[in-house]
C-alpha cells in the first residue's frame, strides 16, 4: 500500500498545526519543546514529499479541495 500524495498533504498539515499548541505550551512552561518539534519536522517532512511526489506540485488554490478530499475518503 503506497501513500498518495494528496493523504501525505493533509497529514502534514494536521501534524503542523498540531505542533502549535505543544510548542507554544512548552514556551510558556519554558520546558524544551520537543514533542512540539517532532510534530513540526514531520508535518514539513511529509508536506514536503507529498509537493515533490505530486507531478507539478500543488497551488495554493487546490488545497481546499484536496483537504474535502481526503476527509470524504476517510469518511466514506
Sequence with gaps: MTLDPKTA???GMLLVVLSLPALISAWTDRRAPVVGT???????ALGTWAWRA????????QI???VYGVI????G
Design 9 to 11: 498533504l493533509v497529514m
Design 38 to 44: 517532532i510534530l513540526l519536522f514531520g508535518g514539513c
Design 54 to 61: 505530486q507531478e507539478g506540485g500543488f497551488r495554493l488554490d
Design 64 to 66: 481546499p479541495d484536496i
Design 72 to 75: 470524504g475518503q476517510v469518511i
